[in-house]
């Protein structure tokens, strides 16, 4: 996009500004939604547009391209955190809940495994199809229709408690 000018430079930055202000509002509440944590999802949001940056010469669907990286750290940060909690459970210590919870389903929804927790979000909160899901966490519209599936099996158990 640039040519090594000033005017570019300012065109790049201007046009970066521009999807940022666009496009930042939505996906903070997005990355909460799959978190559950407001500075986490800042973070998370942050370090998508920053890679967004970085790669903007590059992107044709800029708004696209940070809501799939967004998606996918957001999956790898629940991954992480699972994988971590089981291990301080493991070793038979308390672990932080975080946040206070809004409502039972919230709550329920919490329990539920992250990468069926993503498409429920992505699906019904953020009313995406089944083949937007696929593409952005990078799995095939079938798997995401089985997770969907499993995932509401999974709420309503956890609702019936």
């Known amino acids: ?23 930042r509002d939505a996906l ?6 799959l978190v559950r944590s407001t500075a986490i999802a ?3 949001t942050q370090d ?15 708004a696209g391209w940070v809501r ?18 089981e291990r301080v459970d493991r070793l038979d210590r308390s672990y932080p809940l ?8 919230w709550d329920a929804l919490a329990r539920v495994r992250p990468e069926r927790r993503v498409v429920l ?7 995406l199809a089944v083949d937007d899901i696929a593409a952005l966490v990078g799995c095939k519209a079938a798997t995401v229709r089985t997770r969907v599936h499993r995932g509401l099996a999974d709420l309503r158990k956890e609702l019936e408690r």
């Open 1 to 23: 996009m640039t040519d090594g000018t000033s005017g570019d430079v300012l065109d790049v930055t201007g046009a970066f500004e521009r999807a940022y202000l666009d496009e």
């Open 42 to 44: 800042e973070e998370l």
């Open 48 to 62: 998508a547009f920053a890679r967004l940056y970085q790669h903007w010469d590059e992107v044709e669907h800029p």
């Open 68 to 85: 799939t990286t967004l998606v996918r750290l957001c999956v790898t940060w629940s991954t992480r955190q699972g994988m971590e909690r």
């Open 121 to 127: 979000v992505l699906r019904y909160y953020d009313d």
């Open 98 to 105: 975080g946040e206070p919870s809004v409502d039972e389903v």
């Open 28 to 33: 903070l509440r997005l990355a909460f939604l």
